[in-house]
């Protein structure tokens, strides 16, 4: 009990400290647009896909941890709960989701047949988690695989035993023991111990062979004023890794979304700084976004909308997975942000 009061202490403190800060603009850093990567874990996983359907044109890869099918939730808090992280109301319907698809592309509300058609995809899942059944993570890749051009040559599924929900990292003596999570247990950051280089897999699977990650760094982890961009259930921070070469523009993005209970308001910047992204892009001239969701009485983990709470208040049928979903909009906003000229 009194370590949880001097945790919470201690958070509420640090978040104090932020209160009052300035925070600089997100930079506009002349992205190259043709090679952007969306990963995202748990409902960062969700939110990851919903914008690769979304907006498939403007994404080379999707790299999917801990999550279930698109659009699984169909709008309803229920449905998440009930089939989308345990699956007690039976397995996702892949059929209906594909018709919900169709009916989206027909209304232009998603990207097109042969824009999704050209994506790569990444999915990962552990054999332990208790929190979105691995079950889910199968369905997903059997939903990419139908609307892959080639599932055999664009779609990698890996399936880890011994290893909860989460997102593991390889530590390297690097991360503070205290930000880490037991691999099989998860919970705590999120980041789980378990010796793998998801990241570094993840990004070699969408771009193909990398340069390693060097031993120094001198990339900035900028925090940033998320406000311009933030819708409902969004943040006012957010941040982004730039490496030095990248301040000149040219290079290309990846996006990494957060779980829950992983914001900047729980963890602080930890997954931000020690996802394993950040090695990697700095080695291969890729800027990193750390978009950044908040906590509500709607949303106390500060998830991702991937069911439909950022709308459902005036919104029958939410569209929070189509072009027309606020924080879709939103992280689409700070894309193109990020693709416009360096200013002189």
């Known amino acids: 009990?009194?370590?949880?009061?001097a945790l919470a202490a201690g958070l509420l403190l640090a978040l104090g400290a932020h209160a009052d800060e300035r925070l600089p603009e997100l930079p506009q850093l002349g992205i190259e647009p043709g090679s952007t990567s969306v990963i995202g874990v748990s409902s960062g996983g969700y939110m990851a896909t919903q914008l690769a359907v979304a907006w498939p044109e403007?994404?080379?890869?999707l790299a999917v941890l801990a999550a279930g099918p698109w659009s699984c939730a169909q709008g309803g808090l229920g449905q998440a709960l009930g089939q989308c992280m345990a699956t007690r109301r039976g397995p996702p319907d892949l059929a209906s989701l594909d018709l919900r698809l169709r009916e989206?592309?027909?209304?232009e509300l998603v990207g097109e047949a042969d824009a999704l058609a050209g994506l790569r995809a990444y999915v990962w899942h552990?054999?332990?988690?208790?929190?979105v059944a691995p079950a889910l993570g199968v369905a997903l890749a059997e939903q990419l695989s139908g609307w892959l051009a080639?599932?055999?040559e664009q779609l990698k599924v890996v399936r880890s035993p011994d290893v909860g929900h989460g997102w593991p990292i390889q530590s390297d003596g690097q991360v503070p023991p205290s930000q880490l999570a037991q691999c099989r247990s998860g919970g705590g950051t999120h980041l789980l111990a378990c010796d793998m280089d998801v990241a570094g897999e993840a990004l070699t699977w969408l771009h193909g062979e990398l340069e390693p990650p060097g031993e120094s760094s001198s990339a900035e982890l900028l925090r940033f004023d998320q406000t311009p961009f933030a819708t409902r259930g969004m943040g006012k921070a957010g941040y982004v890794l730039i490496p030095e070469s990248c301040k000149t523009g040219g290079c290309n993005l990846t996006v990494a979304l957060h779980g829950c209970g992983m914001t900047e308001e729980h963890i602080e910047d930890t997954f931000s700084r020690y996802s394993g992204l950040n090695a990697w892009a700095e080695a291969n001239q890729r800027v990193v976004l750390y978009p950044q969701a908040t906590t509500s009485?709607?949303?106390?983990?500060?998830?991702?909308?991937?069911?439909?709470f950022a709308e459902s208040t005036w919104q029958l049928d939410p569209l929070h997975d189509t072009r027309e979903g606020v924080?879709?909009?939103a992280l689409i906003a700070m894309i193109e942000w990020l693709e416009?000229?360096?200013?002189?």
């Open 327 to 329: 924080q879709v909009r």
């Open 297 to 308: 009485l709607a949303n106390p983990q500060g998830c991702w909308d991937w069911w439909g």
């Open 340 to 344: 416009q000229p360096i200013e002189e």
């Open 150 to 152: 080639s599932p055999d």
């Open 104 to 107: 989206y592309q027909a209304q």
């Open 58 to 61: 403007r994404f080379h890869g």
């Open 126 to 131: 552990g054999e332990e988690d208790r929190v």
């Open 1 to 5: 009990m009194k370590r949880s009061v």
